[in-house]
């Protein structure tokens, strides 16, 4: 056996290998200086011999094992500045070759190092995470994660066994990066990072940069590689504008239907060859997924995310959910991704101390920690943290070509003290309750994606009155496009929840919303927190019997559509389930059937023409954020429940929607308009094709020059009970107008002439006036 001669470098790399706690090992292990010759070092704890390769195959060197724990030593005969080598590595039953991770140098640029510490790098998932590439012409997989505050991390996987003293990464300093290359290493690999944390405990940790992971209950990464970029439409795009059609179809995609034989989810696959064409027929113009990132809980329908990066495998894998979006984008469809970036569930495996620190999170729990939901909240003036969420946005628009992202509770994060008493939170710097930071935060993404997003929107669901929610940053709003308007829709439902007998008294609860209307870009949701938690289904909701239940609904759907704002239904509530959303079974897509008796199918149908109608006439949403494109009609018939209000085009066009609230039947009800015309009920959910009682008024609607309303004209309705209707209105033609405008001016004329005296009659007068004065003298 050869001598070997301990160096002081030696002792101590053989102490931190062995023990797993080496935080440079990129400094002894692999090819290095020792005066004048070079050697190899190898850490292999289960081998018992290896040797040193030439790149063509050739014996170089054998290695001396130099300790028990698996060091191996290797002289050469030259001095290598740098050696193309591989290690053939004797086990005690099979003997393999294999690549060194140790002699490649890192691919992590100095630019790339110093934007990342920064914390400015425009897309930090290029780098970050797991990414399949060829270095000096070996495949396989460059591992980076950020863990500053670690003492050593180890990239372990099923490719040496999970052991995290064989790949410790390389440390840097200068950004808390911490990367390797191990060559061979292919797709579909699952991988964990080993974490030894500063207070020497073991943390096996998930990539936060994932881009696939494990089926829960297990929870490792998988090597997937970057998805490719997606080119989107630009018309695509152009219809997410404010003067464009937005009618939002609200998916959960476990549960939009199963399998009836066991319950189970239906995949990407099978849910875009389902739900695509359904929501293209429902006349629907957005598919909103509830949150699709991985998430270890099925409870929490998503909203508990671990992995932003990665796409559930719930449904398949993420190249399958790229199809899905791809085929709804090919059916005129847009994809709009629910986005939960206000907070992160406390699983081991997650960020929740991920270095042993509070690196995602902050550490005092009266800033970074959700009593009512369990979860962390994130410190989002850390710089890397703000980069790690905000490159999130670009990601899912950029790589899968998500149209927009809905972002879950604003208002829990731009408010310090969102659901907390006295004492549980800690006022900003100037002692105010709003948080700097996520306000910030929210604010350059959203910039960020008006230049990057190549029209891609972003909605907030933000529940309370914070002002400029979607006014540019530099007018010192936020940046959203869209905000969901909660305020309108909690008065309106409680209005609709009422005995019809009493909804006098409360009139103003469905006029209220126009005092604020424009003061932002709003959103209708009816979504899925309102069919939840005891709170009923929609249907539920309504007052009455069975059919002044269906009744009221398709009236209260009717003025929801004609009503300034986009829409937003949640699956279910388009065919009027009864029951409350359950997010571990398929809806009742049964009631459809002769089971629902027809009431369901209705409901059904008055939504597939409402958001057709919608679609049809640009009076009904060109406008929604323009005073200009409403005026109300009847605003103050308190004691009948009649709303009525006029809805207008850029053109001028124009369509009248009116609702009765009441089931009472209100015949020769007289509405004042602006303009001569053809008018025509173009839509009535009383009709017997909605399973209504079928009150209506047939044909065209007589227009007359009867001043109503404060209107030079007027038209006479009858207004079916719990209903709303639409009335189109087609202006008389320009050559008819002008026409009668000709017959009124000839009539003038002849009126004129006809009180103007003759000749003969001025003459007469004239000598009885002079006969007159002459007598009188």
């Known amino acids: 056996m050869k001598t070997y001669t301990y160096s002081k470098q030696d ?47 050739q014996i170089l060197s ?24 591989r290690l053939r590595v004797g086990y005690s039953l099979a003997e393999i070759d294999l690549e060194d991770p140790y002699r490649f140098t890192s691919s992590l640029l100095p630019m790339d190092n110093w934007l990342l510490a920064e914390g400015t790098h425009l897309r930090p998932y290029e780098i970050l995470g797991a990414h399949l590439k060829t270095q000096e012409g070996v495949s396989g997989v460059h591992f980076s994660v950020w863990a500053p505050n670690a003492r050593r991390v180890s990239v372990v996987g099923d490719f040496n066994y999970w052991d995290g003293r064989v790949n410790p990464m390389r440390f840097h300093a200068e950004s808390g990066i911490w990367d390797i290359f191990l060559p061979n290493v292919e797709k579909g690999a699952l991988y964990k990072f080993e974490i030894l944390d500063s207070n020497g405990n073991i943390r096996l940790k998930s990539d936060p940069y994932a881009f696939a992971s494990q089926f829960r209950p297990d929870t490792a990464s998988v090597v997937t590689g970057l998805p490719e970029k997606i080119e989107v439409d630009a018309k695509l795009r152009h219809a997410n504008d404010p003067d464009q059609p937005i009618s939002i179809y609200e998916v959960h995609l476990g549960s939009w239907r199963r399998h009836l034989e066991n319950n189970y989810w239906l995949n990407y696959e099978e849910i875009a060859n389902e739900l695509i064409p359904y929501v293209k027929d429902m006349g629907f113009t957005h598919i909103e997924l509830l949150p699709i990132t991985e998430y270890p809980f099925d409870g929490s329908w998503g909203y508990q995310p671990t992995g932003l990066y990665s796409p559930t495998s719930r449904f398949g894998s993420p190249d399958d959910l790229r199809t899905l979006i791809r085929k709804a984008h090919e059916a005129g469809i847009n994809v709009i991704l629910d986005w939960v970036v206000g907070h992160f569930p406390t699983d081991s495996h997650g960020l929740t101390e991920f270095d042993g620190s509070h690196l995602y999170e902050h550490q005092d729990p009266r800033e970074g920690y959700h009593q009512d939901w369990n979860t962390l909240i994130f410190n989002y003036g850390r710089h890397e943290v703000f980069n790690y969420l905000s490159s999130n946005a670009l990601y899912w628009t950029e790589r899968f070509g998500i149209d927009g992202l809905r972002v879950d509770a604003v208002s829990s994060m731009i408010y310090r003290d969102y659901s907390r008493k006295d004492g549980e939170w800690i006022p900003n710097q100037y002692g105010g309750r709003e948080n700097l930071e996520a306000l910030d935060f929210l604010r350059r993404t959203n910039r960020m994606l008006k230049k990057e997003g190549h029209g891609a929107v972003v909605i907030a669901e933000e529940s ?19 905000k969901w308007n909660m305020g309108w829709m909690n008065d309106t439902l409680r209005y609709m929840s009422l005995d019809p007998i009493y909804r006098q008294y409360h009139h103003d609860w469905m006029t209220f919303g126009m005092m604020y209307q424009y003061s932002e870009k709003f959103v209708l949701p009816l979504s899925h927190d309102e069919v939840v938690h005891g709170k009923c289904s929609i249907l539920g909701k309504m007052s009455g019997d069975c059919w002044q239940k269906f009744a009221n609904l398709r009236a209260y759907y009717g003025y929801m559509w004609g009503y300034p704002g986009k829409k937003l239904l949640f699956m279910g509530n388009e065919f009027a389930q009864g029951r409350e959303w359950n997010y571990n079974e398929s809806l009742d897509w049964f009631l459809l059937g002769e089971q629902g008796g027809g009431w369901h199918k209705g409901v059904l149908n008055w939504v597939r023409d409402l958001n057709r109608t919608y679609q049809k ?38 369509v009248i929607v009116v609702s009765n609230f009441t089931p009472v039947v209100r015949h020769n009800y007289r509405i004042g308009v602006r303009q001569d015309g053809t008018y025509t009920e173009i839509l009535n959910s009383d009709a017997a094709y909605y399973e209504g009682s079928n009150v209506g008024n047939y044909g065209e609607i007589e227009c007359e020059a009867i001043e109503s309303h404060g209107k030079p004209f007027s038209i006479e309705l009858s207004i079916p009970p719990l209903s709303t209707i639409f009335i189109a209105c087609q202006p008389k033609p320009k050559e008819a107008v002008e026409a009668e405008q000709d017959i009124v001016k000839m009539a003038e004329v002849a009126m004129q002439k006809a009180l103007k005296p003759t000749k003969k009659t001025v003459s007469v007068k004239a000598k009885a006036h002079k006969k007159a004065h002459k007598n009188k003298k």
């Open 11 to 57: 002792l101590s790399f053989i102490e931190q290998l062995s023990q797993a706690y080496c935080k440079d090992p990129f400094s002894y292990l692999g090819l290095h200086q020792a005066g004048d010759v070079s050697v190899i070092r190898v850490f292999l704890p289960e081998a018992t011999t290896v040797k040193i390769l030439s790149a063509d195959g």
């Open 62 to 85: 054998e290695a001396l094992k130099i300790d028990d724990s698996g060091l191996f030593v290797a002289q050469l005969s030259q001095q290598y500045s740098s050696l193309n080598y």
């Open 617 to 654: 006439y640009p009076a009904l949403y060109q406008l929604d954020y323009d005073p200009a494109g409403f005026e109300w009609l009847v605003v103050d018939d308190w004691q009948q429940s009649v709303f009525a209000f006029e809805r207008k085009a850029k053109n001028g066009e124009s």
């Open 464 to 482: 309370t009155s914070f002002a400029g929610i979607t006014h540019s940053p530099e007018e010192n709003g936020v940046g959203f496009d869209y």
